[in-house]
């Protein structure tokens, strides 16, 4: 069983040359982290505004989230300059569960049940106004998912992008501490942006999320 990741870019027309050049820049740099992290993990950026990769069940959650914080908490000369935190870019993210059955060097070449999951789904997507999904074989995994994903777009939609980035830090594992000398605040001003963002609730769904992945996708494969 493998996880096929598959995102574009929400309305990216409308980024400014720089913006889209920023956001391009970190999606390559956070692909190659994951790729270094997660053996056998494999990404490929395609069309300018998409995304699609290879990864293991467990560690498909963390790794999407974290692709979708580096996005959302970059932030524009503009509002840099007005002092705004609104998220500027953003992404539809799908994950999809199941068998590789054609595997080319390319991932856009190969396909599969978990290539189909993903990648239709991302289709369905663009018409629901959804912005994370998740499809497997199993309906009463993707039943709980489904829902627990629609409370998680709403919780992520408020985000500021300062919020974004303190997640993202975290998802990197870095300690609040860390965090706040990377930024150049105080340790209480990452605590109070890290419970805005409802960090407690969301290490929660990632805890939930890798258990049932390993319940089903790995032990139960």
Avoid: C
Wanted: proline share 0%; aromatic share 8%.
């Amino acid at each position: 069983m493998i996880a096929v990741i598959t995102a574009d870019l929400l309305n990216s027309s409308k980024y400014s040359g720089e913006l889209l050049t920023e956001v391009l820049d970190i999606l390559k740099e956070e692909i190659e982290g994951i790729e270094t992290k997660y053996k056998n993990s494999k990404f490929e950026l395609y069309r300018g505004d998409s995304l699609q990769g290879i990864i293991n069940p467990v560690s498909s959650f963390r790794s999407a989230l974290r692709i979708k914080t580096a996005v959302n908490k970059l932030r524009s000369q503009e509002a840099v300059d007005s002092n705004s935190y609104r998220i500027e870019a953003d992404l539809r993210i799908s994950i999809g569960i199941g068998e590789i059955e054609f595997e080319r060097d390319s991932i856009m070449e190969s396909n599969g049940e978990a290539f189909q999951f993903s990648g239709r789904t991302l289709d369905e997507m663009k018409k629901t106004g959804r912005k994370m999904i998740l499809k497997t074989g199993i309906e009463e995994v993707n039943n709980e998912f489904d829902n627990v994903f629609l409370l998680f777009d709403t919780i992520t939609d408020k985000w500021s992008s300062a919020s974004a980035e303190v997640i993202y830090y975290l998802l990197k594992e870095m300690k609040e501490i860390e965090i706040a000398e990377a930024l150049g605040i105080s340790q209480s001003a990452v605590n109070q942006r890290k419970k805005a963002a409802g960090w407690d609730a969301i290490l929660g769904l990632i805890e939930r999320y890798e258990q049932v992945m390993k319940q089903h996708f790995i032990d139960g494969e």
